[in-house]
Each structure stands twice: as C-alpha cells, then as structure tokens.
C-alpha cells in the first residue's frame, strides 16, 4: 500500500478512485508519564513519552486506512491528512482520512 499527502503518485497513473478512508487512535497518557511531560516541559526539551504515544496513535490511525483501503479494493491512498488534537488532559487524538485509490 503506497500513501501519499500529495493528490497523485508521481509515475503512477490513477485508474480508480474508490472512497474516503479513515483512521483514528485516541491514546490516554497515564499519571506518570504526565508528570514527567510536566517536569519536561518546565525545564525545557522534548518530551519522549508523549513523542511515543503520538507515534503509536500515528501508525494505529494508518493501520486503520490501508485495512480500510484495502477492503475497498485500493492499492494507495493519496490526499492524506493528519490532525492531531488533545481532547482533555492526558487524552490525544490522531486522526487521518485519504483517498482510497486504485493505481497501476
């Protein structure tokens, strides 16, 4: 499954567009972690732990498309947008909607 955020695959050629596909991943971060993001972002620097749940949020939410895809008989999906949202604190949220395409 080939993905992309633009609207064509370069040296593809589009011979189907089959639907919207979606994914989405809302990940709680416990107490700790939330402490230790706290302490992060008081003294400065990143916050590993939070990185880690917005990337496993990420890869659930691509999951979800390409199954998705998949199902619909695509063999790409292009358009991809990705959003992320804190809900309340300590909730995340990704969410990623495409085009479901069909490519030679």
Excluded: P
């Excluded at 972690?33 to 990143?46: N, P, Q």
């Excluded at 496993?56 to 998705?68: H, K, L, T, V």
């Amino acid at each position: 499954m080939l993905f992309s955020t633009t609207n064509n695959i370069e040296g593809k050629k589009i011979v189907e567009y089959c639907g919207i596909v979606t994914g989405e991943a809302i990940m709680g971060a416990n107490v700790v972690r939330d402490i230790f993001a706290t302490i992060t972002d008081i003294v400065g620097g990143r916050s590993g732990a939070y990185e880690e749940k917005l990337k496993e949020a990420r890869e659930i939410c691509f999951r979800e498309m390409e199954q998705e895809a998949y199902r619909i008989g695509a063999n790409a999906v292009i358009g991809i947008d990705i959003d992320y949202e804190v809900i309340r604190e300590g909730m995340l949220m990704v969410s990623t909607t495409g085009t479901a395409v069909r490519i030679e």
